[in-house]
């Protein structure tokens, strides 16, 4: 009787313990992609035949092969701009770097690692009860309260390692110029600072003319599901960062 109390209550941790895992993996069961733009840029509307875009995009992450030039070329013509290779031919310029593309920490994904946390220690209190079960089965009960205890922590541990939040993200800084009319200059003044070593810096000033009003904005992809692999993540993430910047025009 002792042995089969012992089983329920190994049984009972082992149940409860995959509860965190469990909720992680229906909450995040449907892939979720959100594209956020952090400045709106406004572009003065053009007759078709100025609708000319040279296009540049970089990539300076950590996965060299990661393009997203082809798709904001083919959204571009879709909503009847040409893209050009010369830019004294363009009425409107698109710069953009893709400065990360992989897993990342935002929000949610801070979240579900403090629930991750918290379910370890939730397997450690569910074990103890185990423990108790183990000690009436025969022995010493603080020994065996303490090796439930981390018995069911272990339990926690494994479920939720099968079970993860997983978040990827592209951030891209964009850069649109857009030329003005025939006649018109454009007054720019910038200012470039830089460290010089630990103590330093340097401070660059420059002012001028030009035919270019230009916006600047940063543009942030992610998409989040359980046990989201990039190969799934990846496409859409593209097509919601491509649709937005292409948008723009």
């Known amino acids: 009787m002792d042995l089969h109390k012992t089983l329920i209550a190994l049984a009972l941790t082992m149940a409860i313990s995959g509860c965190a895992a469990t909720s992680t993996s229906i909450a995040k069961r449907n892939l979720d992609v959100q594209t956020k733009m952090s400045d709106t840029i406004f572009l003065d509307p053009v007759k078709p035949s100025a609708r000319v875009v040279y296009v540049e995009v970089r990539n300076t992450s950590d996965k060299p092969d990661f393009d997203i030039e082809r ?16 830019p004294d031919r363009a009425q409107f310029m698109l710069q953009a770097n893709v400065l990360q593309a ?3 920490s935002q929000t949610a994904a801070e ?30 009960d603080s020994v065996l309260t303490a090796g439930g205890a981390l018995l069911g922590a272990g339990i926690a541990t494994v479920a939720d390692a099968f079970v993860q939040d997983v978040t990827y993200s592209i951030i891209t800084d964009i850069q649109i110029s ?26 660059q000033y420059s002012s001028g003319q030009g035919r270019w009003k230009r ?21 859409q993430l593209v097509d919601g960062l491509t649709r937005s910047i292409a948008g723009i025009f």
Not at 117 to 130: H, Y
Not at 190 to 201: I, M, P, V, Y
């Open 71 to 86: 798709d904001i070329i083919e959204k571009l013509n879709v909503n009847g701009f040409r893209v050009t290779g010369d």
């Open 111 to 140: 979240e579900a690692n403090r629930g991750g946390f918290g379910s370890v220690l939730t397997g450690g209190a569910v074990g103890a009860a185990a423990g108790w079960g183990l000690g009436k089965a025969g022995g010493k």
């Open 178 to 203: 857009e030329r003005v009319a025939p006649g018109d200059y454009v007054s720019q003044d910038e200012e470039l600072k830089s460290s010089q070593g630990s103590s330093g810096s340097i401070s």
């Open 215 to 235: 916006y600047r904005s940063r543009v942030v992809s992610t998409a989040n599901q359980a046990n989201l692999d990039w190969p799934d993540a990846a496409p």
């Open 102 to 104: 992989g897993k990342t």
